[in-house]
């Protein structure tokens, strides 16, 4: 059942479902991606909120007009006025006040969301309250979707992802750097305006499949997940939009695949899932990667320390040091040096000699700024630049490391 | 970091004793942000009643030894003591003045109430703020040339102004030891002067002053001592034999034209 | 209104919403302050998943077994954002937002697989909670506040929120000073040797019993415009922080009240004959106070250039 659902064979809708889901998840990954790159990742909280009293008018206003307040189109226009108004205020907020964006967002989302709980209960109590259909816009539903619908979704899909792609280099250039680009002429604000507008739309689209509390999901998870594979900038981009179209195909095609599995849900843990194992394993940033670079460097940091106190016929203060040393066959257990250990201190405490001379040469300016204490100095030093230095210093030659 | 640890370690136990009344010794400090050490294996012994400068070029690891010093970064390695005794034992003998970079300054607050938090170790959870206590913050207040400013809020004072409530505080705290991050960056000239004033006096007291400094054209005139860091530390001394041309080279290295740095220590002499 | 008609149906739902509103305040100023306001709206969403673990568990829909599921999912949800911003060196808000929408989403998926068709747990009760059902049956007018044996009837709700309330009053003045150094500058707080990280923790654990109790009560909603608005509002109206917490719990009072009054009889006024969530109208009144303070307030604007005297 599951394969059919990926391999598309559920039926007209729920391949519709599927592509538009997918068509929104990569949408959503990149849109995401500039928000996460400018530290304003839970705007789109507020916006997904805010869209809440907007999809309640527009019912209210449906119906009154003697419609079908259930139409998917309308609460979608609906939704996105009242989104834009919320992000207005969230904008205007942190402009024309002291309060840090933060205390906005959070300001605006719960009011916006508390106005809309209130139209939700004034639909309840209309004669003609066909409200089932706005349940499904808080969690997403997609079971019993009419072809139109998902149509709309996998048209809306297509579009956003039409526009993120054409805006995708100026909103590049703002992310990574607004300084360069309000230099370069580019108008900050309105690229700015122009992403959160974007956001705007993967959310109203996002609407009916994931639902509006956990649309936020799909704008943050993919981006997150991505930077931890790579430090370029196009590159987050590009992962994170296909993060997030394979959590939307494959959250979908799960979730089609047998009753009581709610799409909404299933698609944010399925991106879930995936930021999970970048989060342990991605190579370099990932939490294994750095636990093991750490360990190899405190202890690269605690044997260099020793020598140069066993070099300067100090005490060695700190338990660790000394079994690292001894681990290392440097000194005994009661912190005594072996000849080993005597002949690398040597070396050690003439390195730091070196680097002394480095410090005072104009010549090595640019090699003198790399001394953390650590680096080797034959790793950014010729034989013969180190010959030349130990002819400064003098004393015994032919110390080998 | 512990006196015990110490303690276990032969080698350690005449060095300590030897240490007893140093305000402040750090050994074998390493910090790192990283997989690169800001600090690495620094020793330093500040002396009692001394007013020392630690000085370096940007990025050398001036701040993050003292805050490590402090317990506000966590090290890598080493220990610190003050008055000989572990850092934790000893806080009511230490005053603190951060960096004013590092500070909302749109907090709700009031001067007054910035300089009676110097008062916290003495007052503690629920001790009441009484007459003793606000005639104190008053007279501390008075000392840096901030009496009449006592009851705005913060964010309305000028970068040397907030500077100066800063000592206040520390000043509030009565301790023997104080420790400042930057006290001159980017403040005018007149708060440069009343700190200046201030730290003097504190030092006429017997108390000790360290100071993170980056102007090296005032170091010989404010202070006694210095500590030249660069990752590793340089050299540590009286003013006069250790603010050298040698030493400097050896801190800032091309970064500072030779003609500057004898400049410098011409002044020194 | 008589005090017949008020007391058992009006009396009960109005201390029950403003002693949520006064405990989630408190705290809420220093989230604000600190700049984690939105810890609030992290916790609220990741209490659904908390008490369906909790109904799993024990098979029941208890409150005690609710609340410490709710607890341990709010304290599971900071340790994990903690963790991950650590350890992914990723931004808080970032790591906000992966977490609490990964925990309600899994939380809405167990609600969908386990049998709750016999009990009253959804996802709606979850936002929206509900007010308006917290009556006191056993009451007969103003005299029997004093009479034990209505007040045996109290809904349970009451004290509960009411103790809670306490509590955070007890903390927020027990540990005052420590709290309003470590948010004003947490680098001369650890100088000091007080344990900011712990400090921190305690906090955002004392918002996350605060949201809990809360939730039980009146939904999540009213817990996340609680924790921000009035302390937001608050903040515009005064420069001392002293000051700023009276007006926050005026506003949150005056939220509580004027929410509740506005769904249950504004309909009427207007015409209609059905009453509006008290939740939704309570947190949609507190956006409007701020609202009117980032117009009015006196000290709404960020400290411009210095004051020379």
């Known amino acids: 059942m599951l394969l059919d659902a990926l391999t598309l064979q559920l039926g007209y809708n729920a391949t519709l479902v599927a592509i538009g889901a997918a068509l929104l998840g990569i949408s959503a990954g990149v849109t995401g991606t500039f928000l996460f790159l400018r530290k304003r990742a839970l705007v789109s909280d507020a916006i997904s909120h805010a869209t809440l009293p907007g999809v309640g008018l527009a019912f209210i206003v449906m119906v009154w007009l003697g419609g079908d307040g259930r139409n998917l189109a309308g609460l979608m226009l609906g939704s996105a006025v009242s989104a834009w108004l919320g992000l207005l205020c969230v904008q205007s907020i942190t402009r024309r006040t002291r309060l840090a964006e933060d205390a906005a967002i959070g300001a605006v989302l719960s009011s916006f969301f508390g106005l809309g709980v209130v139209l939700l209960t004034v639909i309840q109590t209309m004669s003609s309250g066909r409200q089932a259909g706005l349940d499904g816009l808080l969690l997403g539903s997609t079971a019993g979707m009419l072809w139109q619908d998902a149509a709309i979704i996998a048209t809306g899909g297509a579009v956003t992802l039409a526009l993120v792609l054409l805006l995708r280099r100026p909103m590049t250039l703002v992310a990574f750097d607004p300084e360069y680009a309000r230099a370069a002429g580019v108008n900050t604000d309105r690229v700015d305006m122009l992403t959160m507008a974007l956001a705007l739309a993967v959310t109203v689209v996002g609407l009916k499949i994931v639902g509006l509390i956990l649309i936020v999901a799909l704008l943050i998870i993919p981006p997150v997940t991505a930077r931890f594979w790579t430090d370029r900038s196009e590159r987050v981009v590009a992962i994170s939009g296909a993060l997030g179209g394979i959590s939307g195909f494959v959250g979908a095609a799960i979730s089609a695949s047998a009753p009581a599995l709610p799409t909404g849900p299933i698609i944010v843990l399925t991106c879930f899932a995936l930021f999970v194992f970048s989060l342990f394993l991605a190579p370099d940033r990932g939490v294994l990667a750095a636990y093991l670079r750490h360990r190899s460097f405190q202890k690269k940091v605690h044997l260099r320390q020793g020598l140069l106190a066993i070099a300067e016929h100090q005490p060695i203060y700190e338990p660790l040091t000394i079994r690292l040393l001894a681990r290392e066959g440097l000194a005994r257990r009661d912190g005594v040096p072996t000849a080993a250990g005597t002949a690398r201190a040597a070396k050690a405490l003439r390195d730091e000699r070196r680097w002394q001379v480095v410090h005072t040469q104009p010549t090595y300016e640019a090699i003198s700024s790399l001394y953390d204490g650590l680096r080797e100095i034959e790793s950014v030093l010729t034989a013969d630049q180190l010959a030349d230095i130990d002819e400064v210093i003098g004393g015994p030659k032919g110390v080998t490391p | ?269 | ?309």
């Open chain 3, 1 to 309: 209104m008589s005090g017949e008609e008020f007391v058992p149906l009006s009396l009960t739902p109005i201390l029950i919403g403003v002693f949520t509103a006064v405990a989630c305040a408190l705290p809420g100023n220093f989230l604000v302050l600190r700049k984690q306001a939105l810890i609030g709206d992290a916790i609220s969403h990741v209490v659904l998943p908390g008490i369906v673990v909790a109904f799993l568990v024990t098979g029941s829909l208890a409150a005690w077994p609710m609340m410490i599921g709710a607890a341990l999912a709010a304290v599971v949800a900071v340790i994990l954002i903690e963790a991950i911003r650590r350890l992914g060196r990723i931004e808080t808000g970032a790591a906000m937002g992966v977490v609490f929408t990964s925990m309600f989403a899994a939380g809405v998926l167990l609600l969908e697989r386990s049998d709750t068709s016999t009990v009253h747990l959804d996802v709606e009760h979850a936002l929206m909670g509900n007010l308006e059902s917290l009556i006191w049956l056993d009451a007969y007018g103003w005299g029997s506040v004093l009479d034990p044996i209505a007040l045996a009837g109290l809904p349970p709700e009451l004290p509960r929120i009411f103790v809670t309330m306490l509590g955070v009053i007890a903390f927020t003045w027990l540990f005052w000073r420590p709290l309003k150094i470590s948010t004003f500058d947490e680098g001369f707080a650890q100088g000091l040797g007080i344990r900011t990280g712990a400090l921190g923790m305690a906090l955002v654990i004392v918002s996350a019993i605060a949201a809990v109790a809360a939730f039980d009560a009146v939904g999540s909603i009213i817990v996340i415009a609680m924790f921000i608005c009035p302390p937001a509002a608050a903040r515009l109206m005064t420069n001392r922080l002293e000051r700023q917490v009276g007006w926050s719990v005026v506003f949150a009072v005056l939220s509580a009240i004027l929410g509740y009054v506005l769904a249950g009889y504004g309909p009427g006024w207007l015409g209609g004959d059905n009453a509006v969530s008290a939740a939704g109208m309570i947190a949609a009144v507190s956006g409007l106070i701020l609202a009117l303070a980032t117009m009015f307030g006196p000290c709404r604007s960020r400290t411009g250039a210095p004051i020379e005297a």
């Open chain 2, 1 to 269: 970091m512990t006196h015990l640890e110490l303690a276990t370690d032969h080698g350690a136990v005449v060095q300590l004793q030897a240490l007893d009344a140093c305000p402040l010794a750090i050994r074998g400090l390493t910090v790192s942000y990283g997989e690169k050490p800001a600090v690495f294996s620094i020793d330093a012994t500040v002396e009692q009643g001394s007013m020392t400068a630690i000085i370096g070029p940007n990025g050398a690891g001036k701040s993050t030894m003292l805050k490590a010093a402090l317990g506000v970064i966590k090290p890598l390695a080493g220990t610190v003591t003050v008055y000989g005794k572990p850092l934790d034992t000893q806080r009511h003998r230490i005053a603190y003045v951060p960096q004013r970079a590092s500070i909302d300054w749109d907090f709700p607050t009031r001067v007054i109430d910035v300089v009676l938090m110097g008062l916290y170790r003495d007052l503690g959870l629920l001790g009441r703020i009484g007459r003793k206590e606000r005639d104190l913050a008053a007279d501390c207040l008075d000392r840096v040339g901030m009496h009449d400013f006592a009851d705005r809020q913060i964010g309305q004072l000028s970068g040397g102004q907030q500077q100066r409530v800063f000592l206040a505080r520390a000043l509030a705290q009565q301790a023997d030891l104080y420790l400042l991050d930057e006290p001159f960056a980017g403040v005018d000239a007149a708060t440069e002067k009343a700190i200046i004033d201030v730290l003097k006096t504190l030092k006429a007291q017997g108390k000790t002053v360290v100071a993170v400094h980056h102007d090296l054209s005032t170091v010989t005139e404010y202070f006694d001592r210095v500590f030249l860091i660069n990752v590793r530390k340089v050299a540590e001394g009286p003013v006069e034999n250790t603010f050298t041309s040698e030493n400097l080279q050896q801190a800032y290295g091309g970064r500072l034209a030779t003609t500057q740095i004898d400049d410098l220590s011409l002044t020194a002499i």
